[in-house]
């Protein structure tokens, strides 16, 4: 398999679904991943509807739930995925920094891809 922190080529990339507000700054997010070492490709979703939309054309490697994002509690999210027969992990955004959220994507993938 290969290391999160290596990808390098679109085909490399992690698949990340963010569900959070479009009210929310989103180059942050992607500046703290890159810092470190993953490269994303994101999907950023912030209504029920689609999220259904988006889990059922795309797969993922990840998902990222703001939990202030109105309407989709981590209990919706979770039923939607098992709706749609994906395994994803699901790294929920709490108090900690953006750097610190990105921090746990890498551990959490690089034990999970490795």
Same mark, same amino acid.
Request: cysteine-free; proline content about 6%; overall charge neutral.
């Given at each position: *398999?290969?290391?999160?922190?290596? *990808? ?15 009210? +929310? =700054? ?13 490269? $994303?490709? &994101? $999907?950023?979703?912030?209504? +029920?509807? $689609? ?15 703001? =939990?202030?994002?109105?309407? &989709?509690?981590?209990?919706?999210? +979770? ?10 992990? &699901?790294?929920?955004?709490?108090? +900690? ?18």
């Amino acid at each position: *398999m290969h290391n999160p922190g290596e *990808m390098s080529g679109n085909n490399d990339k992690v698949r990340i679904l963010l569900i959070r507000s479009w009210t +929310e =700054p989103f180059a942050p997010f992607r500046a703290a991943l890159r810092a470190v070492g993953i490269h $994303a490709r &994101i $999907a950023r979703v912030d209504i +029920e509807p $689609a999220l259904n939309a988006t889990l059922g054309r795309s797969s993922f490697d990840v998902v990222v739930l703001d =939990p202030s994002t109105p309407g &989709i509690s981590r209990e919706v999210v +979770e039923a939607r995925l098992r709706d749609h027969g994906r395994f994803i992990p &699901i790294v929920v955004m709490g108090t +900690e920094s953006i750097e610190a959220i990105a921090g746990a994507i890498k551990q959490m993938l690089d034990t999970r891809l490795n």
